[in-house]
Nanobody
């Protein structure tokens, strides 16, 4: 059964950092382009970042230079390092097997507040 489980969210002040993790189960992690998407309160899903199966990394303009995506094929885990967080980064963050977020986990909440 395909499953991804996110963790690492929390409450942080503006300018702070968090590291999100996504553990993958039931599929060949290294064969997929893995993504992070997020959903802010009252808004739709927003693509954040993708790590290609060949290692290329891609970012939305809103997070470029602040967020870093990485992965560990041996541990079947995807990461997202969030630095210099802003209040507008507040959202539920999901790990997904596609950039649209159609196949995603339950999410981990990131709240950025003074």
């Amino acid at each position: 059964q395909v499953q991804v489980v996110e963790s690492g969210g929390g409450l942080v002040q503006p300018g702070g950092s968090l590291r999100l993790s996504c553990a993958a189960y039931g599929f060949l992690f290294s064969a997929y382009d893995m993504s992070w998407v997020r959903q802010a309160p009252g808004k739709g899903l927003e693509w954040v970042s993708t790590m290609g199966k060949r290692g290329g990394t891609y970012y939305a303009d809103t997070v470029k230079g602040r967020f870093t995506i990485s992965g560990d094929n041996a541990k079947k885990t995807l990461y997202l390092q969030l630095n210099n967080l802003k209040t507008e980064d507040t959202a539920m963050y999901y790990c997904a097997l596609d950039s649209a977020g159609a196949t995603r986990g339950q999410g981990t909440q990131v709240t950025v507040s003074p």
